[in-house]
């Protein structure tokens, strides 16, 4: 394990020393100067949220890799019906440093569809081989009980979701605190 001791490290005679701020700065014109004007990405929708200020969020991903976009309330309206979850499109726009988050994003101003993606083919065709094996059968569902003692969550340690049935089983459940 790496020990740190605070009271020797500091910068040497020379070196500069950069504040947050100026970090993600360099970092946002380093990118958009390896990522000039508009560029098109080809990839599959997962996560889309309509949020109320009408802003578009979604991310593009691959069997690799993923990407955030944005597309702003100006054209987010057009694209309810036309975007969902597990579309596969194509999307111009621009890649940007989204500096409070500090993450990187496309800003998306065209997008279109070109079919479903090859995950949301593989997910429909795995629920049509456990459909045919009768697990999604009615006979085969218990019923819960009326005080639940555990649950499990499958996700990450940090996230939202998390945070989010915590808050949920509080509120339903308040004698289990």
């Known amino acids: 394990m790496m020990e740190f001791n605070l009271d020797t490290q500091s910068p040497q ?3 500069q020393v950069f ?4 970090l993600v700065r360099g970092i946002r014109y380093a990118v958009q100067g390896a990522y ?3 560029l098109w990405v080809v990839g599959e929708v997962s996560n889309l949220t309509f949020h109320s200020s009408g802003n578009v969020y979604f991310s593009l991903k691959d069997e690799d890799a993923l990407i955030n976009c944005v597309v702003f ?3 987010g309206g057009f694209l309810r019906g036309v975007l969902n979850d597990g579309a596969m499109v194509m ?3 621009r890649v940007d440093i ?3 988050g500090g993450t990187y994003q496309i800003i998306v101003e065209t997008v279109k569809p070109v079919g479903r993606g090859a995950l949301a083919v593989a ?5 049509k081989k456990l459909a045919e094996k ?3 059968d009615v006979e085969r569902k218990r019923p819960l009980d009326y005080f639940i003692n555990v649950i499990g969550i499958v996700t990450s340690p940090t996230g939202a979701a998390l945070r989010d049935m915590i808050r949920i089983i509080y509120q339903r459940n308040p004698l289990k605190h």
């Open 13 to 15: 005679d020379g070196e």
């Open 19 to 22: 504040t947050v701020s100026q």
């Open 36 to 38: 000039p004007g508009l």
């Open 73 to 75: 309330k100006r054209m």
């Open 91 to 93: 999307v111009s726009g």
């Open 98 to 100: 989204y500096s409070r």
């Open 123 to 127: 997910f429909e065709e795995l629920k």
């Open 134 to 136: 009768g697990y999604f």
